[in-house]
Nanobody, 125 residues
Framework: QVHLVESGGGLVQAGGSLRLSCAAS????????LGWFRQAPGKEREFVAH???????YYADSVKGRFTISRDDAKNTVYLQMNSLKVEDTAVYYC???????????????????WGQGTQVTVSS
C-alpha cells in the first residue's frame, strides 16, 4: 500500500522559514512528478510547486523566489523549503505524486494519484 507522509509543518512568524518533508512508502516515485499543494480554510486546493523526474521544477507565482522544491530519490522523499514566509502562506500543505512519466507542467490536482494527509503551516504576523 502506498503512503505519503508529510512532516515539518508548524507555527512560524512572518519572515521565518520552514522545511516540509514528504516521505513515500509502498513504491518508488523516481520516475514521476512530485508536487506540493496547499489549501487554506474556505479556499480551493492550489498548486505550490512540483519537481519532475529529471529534477525540473515549476512554481506558483505566489511562491517563486521564496520556496524551493527538491527530491531525494534514494530516500523516496520530496522537500519544500519555505523562506520569507507570509501570513497568506498559512494553509494545510499536501504532497502528491503524479501518475505520469512526463516533463509537462502539472499545476492542477488532476492526475496526481497519491496524496499525503497534509501538514498545517501557520504564519503569524
Amino acid at each position: 500500500q502506498v503512503h505519503l507522509v508529510e512532516s515539518g509543518g508548524g507555527l512560524v512568524q512572518a519572515g521565518g522559514s520552514l522545511r516540509l518533508s514528504c516521505a513515500a512508502s509502498g513504491r518508488t516515485f523516481s520516475s514521476v512528478t512530485l508536487g506540493w499543494f496547499r489549501q487554506a480554510p474556505g479556499k480551493e486546493r492550489e498548486f505550490v510547486a512540483h519537481i519532475n523526474w529529471i529534477s525540473g521544477t515549476y512554481y506558483a507565482d505566489s511562491v517563486k523566489g521564496r520556496f524551493t522544491i527538491s527530491r531525494d530519490d534514494a530516500k523516496n522523499t520530496v522537500y519544500l523549503q519555505m523562506n520569507s514566509l507570509k501570513v497568506e502562506d498559512t494553509a494545510v500543505y499536501y504532497c502528491a505524486a503524479h501518475s505520469r512519466h512526463t516533463t509537462m507542467v502539472l499545476t492542477t490536482t488532476f492526475g496526481y494519484a497519491y496524496w499525503g494527509q497534509g501538514t498545517q503551516v501557520t504564519v503569524s504576523s
